[in-house]
């Protein structure tokens, strides 16, 4: 009983977390199967990292090409730009680049920068940006669900996609038990404000830790009754005909156009 309560609360958990990337839509985006989006996403990854750092036209045009993707998904730039957020930390260190760097220097308003290290920052900053963008918009017109059956489409190794499974299915669920933990210190008057709070926290870390592990626990002893022998059924079976295929690879064949001119001009 207590293994389906639990698998019962992560499907919400689940569908809650899916809310969060995924943005609702009927695009012809959304429509495409999501091995199709994968391998799009993919291509146009390795394609942009491909690109030579000196290109930067051609840096615009893939953005442009992003920039189409997401009209075409009803993707509003806002939503885009706040997801973009999750990069912070690599414009941190990318904007660091110019000041640590060896190599030649430039003057720039009275700071020395160097030239290898401003070049860097700039590779890093525009190729990241694209492939979180892209990885943005496969979020937002694919739900997880979706995706681990994209995975499973593309052959990869089933037993990492079971993995996945359970840590999207699971995840919520213990950051909910962190919740009710949190709310039930705060109800008897717990606040952590120094060292001297620490053990209680401790112990909750500890107490949070076991009750995963029984959770686990009686989640798979009800999957082997269920039948669970190390692979998991196939319930939906996701296909795609040549049209569909087409459309997706649309972006990694334009960008690697683009890839291409900026190796030969």
Same mark, same amino acid.
């Given at each position: 009983m207590g293994a389906d309560g639990g698998t019962s609360r992560s499907s919400g958990a689940e569908s809650g977390g899916a809310h969060r990337l995924y943005r609702h839509g009927h695009s012809p985006v959304h429509a495409l199967p999501p091995h199709t989006k994968l391998a799009a996403v993919f291509a146009f990854v390795v394609i942009v990292v491909s690109t030579p750092r000196e290109a930067m036209w051609a840096f615009g045009l893939y953005a442009v090409l992003l920039g189409l993707v997401a009209y075409a998904a009803r993707v509003p730039a806002v939503f885009l730009l706040r997801r973009l957020l999750i990069e912070v930390p690599f414009v941190a260190f990318a904007v660091l680049m110019p000041f640590v760097a060896e190599g030649d220097q430039v003057t720039f308003l009275g700071v020395q920068l160097s030239v290898n290290g401003l070049w860097g920052a700039w590779n890093v900053l525009a190729k990241g940006t694209l492939g979180v963008a892209a990885s943005v918009l496969l979020a937002a017109t694919t739900e997880l669900r979706e995706l681990l059956l994209g995975l499973q489409?593309?052959?990869?190794?089933? #037993?990492?996609?079971?993995?996945?499974?359970?840590? &999207? /299915?699971?995840?919520?669920?213990?950051?909910?038990?962190?919740?009710? @933990?949190?709310?039930?210190?705060?109800?008897?008057?717990?606040?952590?404000?120094?060292?001297?709070?620490?053990?209680? #926290?401790?112990?909750?870390?500890?107490?949070?830790? &076991? /009750?995963?592990?029984?959770?686990?626990?009686?989640?798979?002893?009800? @999957?082997?009754?269920?039948?669970?022998?190390?692979?998991?059924?196939?319930?939906?079976?996701?296909t795609a005909d040549r049209a569909q295929w087409s459309y997706a690879l649309a972006l990694p064949s334009a960008a690697l156009v683009v890839c291409l001119l900026g190796w030969t001009l």
């Open positions: 489409r593309l052959k990869l190794p089933p #037993l990492l996609v079971q993995i996945a499974s359970f840590m &999207i /299915r699971y995840g919520d669920v213990i950051t909910d038990e962190m919740r009710r @933990m949190r709310i039930a210190r705060e109800s008897r008057g717990f606040e952590a404000r120094g060292i001297r709070h620490w053990g209680v #926290l401790a112990k909750s870390a500890g107490a949070l830790f &076991i /009750r995963s592990y029984e959770r686990g626990e009686r989640v798979h002893l009800a @999957m082997v009754s269920r039948g669970y022998a190390g692979s998991m059924p196939v319930i939906d079976e996701v």
